[in-house]
């Protein structure tokens, strides 16, 4: 059975293409006209693919998971990067049980072997008091054996690293199972104070010295985890710092696994 034929057999709204300009974009259109809470966008190829920060994001036919969830909870604007980590760790989870011990680079990406496996965009439309809308990109590698060369010593593949092929619609489920879970406490208790320690086994570089970008300067530290809303406590020279995901990057941590 092919990947649309088995996507289509789960008991979900499921928006399937093979092939879309960003599954983000169709996700926000799908959302807009109407799309429920829960729906789920896949592409099984991407032409122009978004990554954070403008960049773009490889997502070749065949290989990857390329997925977008739209979701429509009852919570305040600012919680709604918080759901970002919701979903990084019910990636984190799903890999494990595929046999993939992978981390978190805070605030949501997953690594294994010193490189990223995946990566997670949220977008969202909301109103000073309400959330229209979050969307949640995330662009799994699972069969790739190559990369272009200038991703080569970024990126990984779940096949890359098992040097076996993976039945991508099983990888849906599963991940639907864990984030599903996590998502409805999300919304019950409104923070991430369930989850904290668990993602915070996961972190690739808790109490390990990071470097924090800022758009002026860039400043050491040594990053604790999270709190249960979702920032990366830092400690420094003069005390201990709250980062914001999203007004700051972090570097210098690949490879901190192995
Ligand atoms: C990043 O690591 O910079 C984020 C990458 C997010 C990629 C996924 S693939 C599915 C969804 N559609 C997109 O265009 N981007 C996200």
């Known amino acids: 059975m092919n990947f649309r034929e088995e996507l289509l057999k789960i008991d979900r709204s499921i928006y399937y293409y093979d092939v879309l300009g960003s599954t983000n974009d169709q996700a926000r259109i799908l ?3 109407g799309a429920c809470d829960g729906s789920l966008v896949l592409a099984d190829a991407q032409d122009s693919g978004k990554g954070r920060m403008g960049r773009s994001f490889f997502s070749p036919a065949g290989s990857g998971i390329w997925m977008t969830l739209i979701l429509k909870p009852d919570i305040l604007p600012e919680k709604a990067s918080m759901l970002t980590l919701v979903a990084a760790v019910a990636v984190q989870k799903t ?8 981390g978190i680079k ?3 990406d997953i690594v294994v072997a010193g490189k990223k496996v995946t990566g997670i965009l949220t977008e969202m439309r909301a109103e000073p008091d309400h959330v229209d809308y979050v969307i949640v990109g995330i662009g799994i590698n699972v069969n790739m054996t190559k990369f ?3 991703l080569e010593s970024l990126a990984t593949s779940m096949a890359q ?3 076996q092929m993976f039945d991508r619609a099983q990888i849906v489920k599963r991940f639907l199972e864990y984030f599903d879970e996590y998502y409805q406490t999300f919304v019950r208790e409104g923070n991430l104070g369930f989850l904290q320690e668990t993602y915070n086994q996961h972190l690739i570089h808790r109490n390990k010295q990071i470097y924090v970008h800022e758009i ?11 709190n249960s809303t979702g920032e990366l406590l830092v400690r420094t020279n003069e005390g201990d710092v709250e980062l914001r995901s999203g007004e700051v990057s972090i570097r210098g941590v690949y490879g901190y696994m192995e």
């Not at 890999?95 to 992978?102: A, K, L, T």
């Not at 002026?216 to 040594?222: D, H, K, L, M, S």
């Open 148 to 150: 272009p060369e200038k």
């Open 216 to 226: 002026r300067r860039v400043w050491p530290g040594i990053s604790l985890g999270i």
């Open 106 to 108: 805070w605030p949501n």
């Open 161 to 163: 690293v098992r040097g």
């Open 31 to 33: 959302a807009e006209e």
């Open 95 to 102: 890999m494990v049980d595929f046999g993939i011990s992978s």
